[in-house]
Nanobody, 115 residues
Framework: QVQLVESGGGLVQAGGSLGLSCESS????????MGWYRQAPGKQRELVARISGGGTTNYADSVKGRFAISRDAAKNRLYLQMKTLKPEDTAVYYC?????????WGQGTQVTVSS
């Protein structure tokens, strides 16, 4: 059974930066497309950043140019660097495969951006 544990969230002012980390209990990052998702209060969970097995990255328009996804397969870690944060980035952030597997959802990490 795979466990994904997200960390690095917190409270930051608008314009600030945060770095999120996702650690897996098994080796899944090397071959699988992985993504960072977020869910804001009252909204559906959305994919904001994706990295393919080959390393190609894609971003939602709302975060393009501000977020960067990366991975360290040797450490079973996935990262999301976020800069120029906006209040609308406030959400719980999760990592998962893309497309996601229900059994992989972790607790997420809360990111709160104050104006």
């Amino acid at each position: 059974q795979v466990q994904l544990v997200e960390s690095g969230g917190g409270l930051v002012q608008a314009g600030g930066s945060l770095g999120l980390s996702c650690e897996s209990s098994r080796i899944i990052f090397r071959l699988n497309a992985m993504g960072w998702y977020r869910q804001a209060p009252g909204k559906q969970r959305e994919l904001v950043a994706r990295i393919s097995g080959g390393g190609t990255t894609n971003y939602a328009d709302s975060v393009k140019g501000r977020f960067a996804i990366s991975r360290d397969a040797a450490k079973n870690r996935l990262y999301l660097q976020m800069k120029t944060l906006k209040p609308e980035d406030t959400a719980v952030y999760y990592c998962n495969r893309d497309p996601p597997l229900n059994t992989y959802w972790g607790q997420g990490t809360q990111v709160t951006v104050s104006s």
